[in-house]
């Protein structure tokens, strides 16, 4: 049985036919097209209000015959012809229908949006050279292609409140609020806490916070992603640097399973904001502020940029080659069944390959990762706080991730283990090991980005690279597979954690030729079923659906009601 099609309706745009399903949006026909309609209010994952009128366009319809008049002929194509009504129409809130006419650049177009960006620009203040959406500003953008180049407004302009405290992460500038309403509506339908409004008319209409209220949802910062002006700042990135300076690098979130995908911006290694990417498949266009902000550990102080290898009680600076030869010495005696080996659910697929490898080569009697859990917010957090638990599953090998920690403390206690190898954990403080445990070992090896109580303990410390520091592919919760792309480089001696178990590897015995993460990619596809026959390039900026998990992201279901019943895009 064929699929069934969706009715196609012809449409005329800008002099040339095309066909569109019925129901589409004429600012969605348009730019399906190439034809692009400037807006302000319009976001494709929000209610359309119509109330910029920055997307007028002519439209035109077939002409009704007069009563006894023979209606219009079709032309050989099938096409009627066009009568222009003489008022513009917005196109935003607006679908198609059979044998319409739009143009987006006729001359009464270009005098409405003219006529628009006047408006818009009578009492908006001239404070671009310290406006931090300078550089990605829609109305400095549209100003240029739109505008009239010269303004006729000799009044005074209306004053209105600045540097307004809304919420915690939050401040409002209101003189430069053009009135789109995409935040209030994005707190109503996405976030479900209306707390915005506007108030007064006219010239003198500010957005605000309802008395007692504020903007504290743990999805705010969104607001300030979809302000097409520079009235909503994050006061995390406000005044920290101009956009045109930092260098953009897609890549995905690691706070959870949901593997949200971000774009990160950085400068000289300085990470300064992160915000979100769209993919309808994962994330839509949100992410959480939590998730967002969790970036400024990667400058701590407290970052490891070089091995140590501890002398009696203190701990010193060390070459790599010192400190793996040094691991190397102290595993020689050992049997295989007196090394635990405890990898990271942060890990990527490709350092979990490599580990897999590593703890086949010591022949590790035991090997196991640590679980993270809490509460899922029913919109984008999962309540599996490890990016690549279905990595661990798949790559590793492990059906039960964190089923062997109670075990391998145990055998720590009796002393059956006698080495640990802890790669991206801190023991003590996430996976509940005691220090008194740790201190009966004869030896142990962690490798992680920050000091911390466990690598207090080690025998060697490895400074493992950060989540930005690095690439790779992971899995999120839904199977999907995606890519984790490096965005700086890591501080002093720090390296990737696939470079570091390639190099314990090599440092024991083993050998292999490994020298970047493709080449472990593709050993990957080549070994683990689920990843045969892939490449790095066709999992795209995107990632590829990969295994069936059955689990689903809320806020996507709840996306795909509203596109159903025809509120939103999508």
């Known amino acids: 049985m064929s699929e069934e099609k969706p009715d196609l309706i012809d449409v005329q745009i800008n002099g040339e036919w095309h066909s569109f399903p019925k129901g589409t949006r004429m600012i969605e026909a348009c730019r399906q097209v190439g034809v692009e309609v400037p807006h302000y209010c319009y976001h494709p994952k929000l209610t359309s209000p119509g109330n910029c009128r920055m997307c007028l366009v002519e439209m035109g319809m077939p002409p009704r015959p007069r009563p006894g008049d023979d209606p219009p002929e079709p032309d050989e194509d099938g096409h009627l012809p066009i009568s222009w009504i003489p008022r513009p129409a917005i196109a935003c809130a607006n679908t198609i229908a059979p044998n319409m006419g739009i143009r987006t650049e006729s001359e009464m177009t270009e005098e409405c949006r003219k006529g628009v960006m006047e408006l818009l620009l009578a009492n908006h203040p001239l404070d671009c050279p310290i406006c931090d959406q300078a550089g990605e500003c829609s109305l400095q953008e549209f100003s240029v292609e739109h505008g009239n180049g010269e303004s006729r407004f000799r009044e005074q302009k209306v004053k209105k409140p600045k540097n307004v405290d809304v919420g915690p992460r939050i401040r409002l500038d209101d003189e430069r609020c053009i009135m789109c309403s995409r935040c209030i509506r994005f707190t109503d339908e996405i976030a479900d806490d209306p707390v915005l409004g506007f108030t007064d008319r006219g010239s003198h209409t500010v957005l605000t916070v309802y008395p007692g209220k504020e903007l504290a949802n743990n999805y705010s910062l969104n607001t300030v992603d979809i302000c097409p002006v520079g009235a909503l700042t994050s006061n995390d990135f406000r005044f920290q640097m101009r956009v045109w300076f930092m260098k953009e690098v897609k890549t995905i979130d690691t706070n959870c399973a949901t593997g949200a995908n971000i774009t990160v911006y950085s400068r000289e290694d300085k990470i300064y904001r992160i915000t979100p990417r769209q993919n309808n498949d994962v994330n839509s266009d949100w992410m959480p502020d939590s998730h967002r902000l969790n970036f400024h550990w990667i400058e701590s102080e407290a970052r490891l940029t070089e091995p140590l290898v501890k002398d009696g009680d ?126 009966k070992l004869d030896f142990l090896l962690v490798s992680y980005p920050l000091a911390n109580p466990t690598a207090d303990l080690a025998d060697v410390v490895l400074p493992g690279a950060a989540w930005a520091e690095k690439s790779g592919t992971m899995l999120n919760i839904t199977g999907r597979l995606q890519r984790l792309n490096k965005a700086v480089d890591g501080p002093g001696l720090t390296l990737e954690p696939w470079e570091i178990v390639r190099d314990l590897i090599q440092a024991t015995g083993g050998g292999n030729g490994i020298y970047s993460v493709n080449d472990l990619f593709q050993q990957l596809a080549a070994e683990v079923s689920e990843f045969e026959g892939l490449t790095w390039g066709r999992i795209g900026d995107l990632g590829i659906p990969l295994i069936e998990t059955g689990e689903t992201i809320p806020l996507l279901e709840r996306e795909k009601e509203r596109i159903a019943k025809g509120l939103i895009v999508g």
Not at 320 to 340: F, H, P, V, Y
């Open 314 to 439: 203190q701990h010193r600076s060390a070459s790599w080659q010192e400190a793996l030869a040094t691991t190397a010495d102290k595993l020689a005696g050992l049997e295989g069944s007196e090394i635990a080996v405890i990898a990271s659910a942060r890990m990527t697929n490709e350092e979990l390959l490599i580990t897999n490898r590593f703890v086949k080569h010591l022949e590790a009697g035991h090997v196991d990762t640590v679980p993270r859990t809490g509460e899922a917010d029913g919109y984008l957090i999962s309540a599996d706080r490890n990016p690549n638990t279905l990595g661990v599953k798949t790559v590793l090998g492990l059906d039960d991730p964190g089923s062997q920690l109670s075990a391998i403390q145990e055998g720590i206690e009796q002393g059956r283990i006698k080495a640990v190898i802890s790669l991206q954990e801190n023991l003590i403080e996430d996976a509940g090991f005691s220090a008194d445990t740790l201190k």
